[in-house]
């Protein structure tokens, strides 16, 4: 018989954490047959990235995915086998309260963000019983070493993006409404957070002797973009134009489309955990913008990444891509941004080898679905849950 799960989604910042919930739970359906319920409080913004979803549905399946509306006051619900709530969500108290009363009772994973620092091996699988019911939270931690959680992929992703590759690109750009690209082109897509170093990219990007491309999906950086071009706003479809670089706005694009965009384009600057981990495997290069924290702790993120992705990299080529991450995250003691751009247009051909290997290394550390069921499954059979 197959084991129940169920996964509480609060959707906290935009895009990546439903994205992140909305992959593992197909996942798990599809690769490994479980009964998957999916519980989110704001499926407008789950519309976003797979439109099929309706945002007004109290339960709608999609996927082979029980998608739930997580409404206040939450209904009585009986738990699932396993429950996951999503990077520490706090889960509703009526139905914890019932997962106290189960016998045995649920294997509850926290779900935690993704991190390249050391100490996530450590704290990867620890247990924490709950103060007042006979319940053990287990924290699972994504990571990038096989001591960790692994990262999120699916088992067929790899060969799509191959098939995608070989088919060429020309259909993408032409349903996006562009030509192919040019023999000495760039083509990169941005996807940021508001970014003080966003102008000054701009500006070298605008004064680059060799044409220069950017698909912008709408995103919280439009207003930065339309103030920059002296325009009161951007919308979907529009294109401007300064030299040779020329800037499109894309609509909001599905888990999918997103896929593509990364797969075709040159470079991908992206955000947060969910786009950074699909650049990866889209075996490109890519500049990150961690998720701002306060007193800088995403400074170490950020650091404890690029150790692990620049690790082969010759040292002018490691020392372009850190100097492009960690001015783009706003560390101090780096070169200005028309330096960093230079600096990387000339390694762009260095880059991107590297960034085929590295997508390859990345299996190294497993699929976090594979690991997470394993994981539970052992909990599952041994029943030691009071005493982990």
Known sequence: MRSTWDIFCNVVDNYGDIGIAWRLARGLVREHGLDVRLWVDDLHAFQCIWPTISPDAAEQSCEGVRVCAWRTPFAVTEPAQVVIDAFGCTLPETYLAAMGMQSPPPVWINLEYLSAEPWVAEHHGLASPHPRLPLTRYFFFPGYTPATGGLLAEADLAGRRA????????????????????????????????????????????????????????????????????????QAGEMHQRGAFRLHILPFLDQDAYDHLLWACNLNFVRGEDSCVRAQWAARPLVWQAYPQADEAHWDKTNALLAHYTEGLDREAARVVSGMWRHWNGMP????????????????????????????????????GDKLVDFVEIKLKSRVFSNP
Not at 195 to 215: K, Q, Y
Not at 338 to 365: F, I, K, P, T, Y
């Open 333 to 368: 003691d780096t070169a200005d941004m028309a330096a960093c751009w230079a600096a990387w247009r000339a390694q762009q051909a260095a880059l991107e080898r590297h960034a085929e290997v590295w997508c390859g290394r990345l299996s190294l550390a497993g699929r976090l």
């Open 163 to 234: 098939a995608f590759v070989r088919s060429g690109t020309g259909a993408f750009w032409r349903r996006l409404g562009l030509d192919a690209p040019l023999a000495e082109e760039l083509r990169v897509s941005l996807f940021a957070y508001e970014n003080p170093a966003l102008p000054d990219l701009l500006d070298a990007w605008s004064v680059d002797m060799r044409p220069v491309t950017c698909l912008v999906p709408e995103s919280r950086a439009i207003p930065q973009l339309a103030a920059w071009l002296s325009v009161a706003r951007l």
